[in-house]
């Protein structure tokens, strides 16, 4: 079974650019994650989506930050423009709920974004 | 706000046993997770405990709860140098409806050859 598909691995942009990731989940995973990871930091949850709606995007930036999630399997998350503070480690996680979950994430091996 | 505690660093010698510790302070959590981070990659859950269980042993690994003290440890049985990573504590966040974890800042193991 394939894992959890993100890309890019690395990015490297000048501040003020815009950047892209893209995350594949696993085939019938309902729930997808999008995580930030700074260094020597836990990931930071920045918006849930099940199946095609965003059910937490409470930490999100909004004025820069944007996802989508069409269909409910692929999702993309944005940053227009990019600032120093956003270099991190963009990680993507799906899990499948039905009614009863032990909340098991899988995570994609991440991007890691270098903003300069 | 609920908060999960861990140690940062820990080094062990090669076949030793390791214990990295965790403490929380949501007491109706009622699953605990420890996750993996090799460098450069994602993050691979180890193992879960549900929060009417004590302990919980897969292979190498033990997991040991403490629901009164609100502690949460994982030993790792004779350490080996390809346990070298950072291991998250996490717990499931029971305000409202989340599906969500919260998460510590990871403790870095050691192996030493």
């Known amino acids: 079974e394939a894992g959890v598909v993100q890309s890019p691995r690395y990015k490297i942009i000048e501040k003020k650019q815009p950047v892209a990731f893209w995350c594949n989940p696993i085939?019938?995973?309902?729930?997808l994650y999008w995580y930030r990871q700074n260094l020597g930091q836990g990931p930071e949850l920045l918006i849930r989506?099940?199946?095609?709606?965003?059910?937490?995007d409470s930490q999100l930036p909004k004025d820069r930050f944007s996802a989508e999630r069409l269909k409910g399997v692929d999702s993309t998350l944005k940053i227009q423009p990019a600032e120093l503070g956003d270099s991190a480690v963009y990680l993507c996680?799906?899990?499948?709920?039905?009614?009863?979950?032990?909340?098991?994430?899988?995570f994609g091996p991440g991007t890691r974004l270098t903003v300069t | 706000g609920e908060d999960v505690e861990q140690s940062l660093f820990l080094s062990v010698r090669e076949g030793d046993s390791s214990v990295i510790n965790c403490t929380y302070t949501?007491?109706?959590?009622?699953?605990l997770y420890w996750y993996k981070q090799e460098p450069g990659a994602g993050l691979q859950l180890l193992t879960y405990?549900?929060?009417n269980m004590d302990m919980k042993q897969d292979q190498r690994l033990t997991v040991l709860l403490n629901k009164k003290d609100k502690h949460l440890s994982l030993r790792i049985a004779d350490t080996q140098t390809g346990d070298s990573a950072i291991y998250f504590c996490?717990?499931?966040?029971?305000?409202?409806?989340?599906?969500?974890?919260?998460w510590g800042l990871g403790t870095s193991l050691a192996v030493n050859p």
């Open positions: 996680a799906s899990s499948f709920w039905e009614g009863v979950e032990t909340y098991e994430q899988y």
């Open positions: 085939s019938g995973h309902n729930t």
């Open positions: 989506y099940e199946n095609e709606e965003a059910v937490d």
């Open positions: 949501d007491s109706s959590s009622t699953y």
């Open positions: 405990i549900f929060s």
């Open positions: 996490a717990e499931k966040d029971n305000a409202g409806n989340n599906r969500k974890l919260i």
